[in-house]
């Protein structure tokens, strides 16, 4: 999978709890429906294995920050229960840590944890970013 070039309606399973507005950091653009983490100064970017932090789900209409500086830019998350595209992750594999791949799938191993896999179909999986 690669990141997203385009917005995503991640379809969410349960009620989003506590949301969030972050500065988007420099030269950076953000979809919605992407997972949205905090690089080491505490600016939000798309989700990657080597952010700092995994923040939520982006909502509204992401944020786009390519041209500007950090802070030039905000984006709204929230964190719940979301839908997004997985890869080597079966069903004996919910209730587990999953990690973020890119700023739309979630895997079993990685460096970023996304959250908890709460189900898999053939649609894909169902994380809870904490």
């Known amino acids: ?22 500065p988007v950091a420099a030269a950076v653009r ?8 905090l690089d080491g100064s505490g600016n939000a970017i798309p989700a990657s294995p080597t952010a700092a932090a995994m923040r939520g789900c982006a909502l ?11 802070g030039a830019a905000s ?7 979301f839908l997004f595209n997985q890869t080597g992750l079966d ?5 587990t840590e999953v990690s973020v791949i890119d700023d739309n799938t979630v895997g079993g ?13 053939s649609e894909g999986a169902w994380v809870e970013i904490l």
């Open 1 to 22: 999978m690669a990141n997203l070039v385009q917005n995503r309606n991640t379809r969410t399973l349960a009620l989003p709890c506590a949301s969030y507005v972050d």
């Open 30 to 37: 953000i979809f919605k429906g992407a997972m949205v983490a």
């Open 60 to 70: 509204d209409d992401g944020a786009d920050n390519s041209t500007g500086a950090a």
């Open 75 to 81: 984006v709204k998350t929230k964190k719940g229960v």
């Open 91 to 95: 069903r004996t594999d919910i209730e």
């Open 109 to 121: 191993a990685g460096a970023l944890k996304a959250g908890i896999l709460k189900d898999i179909t």
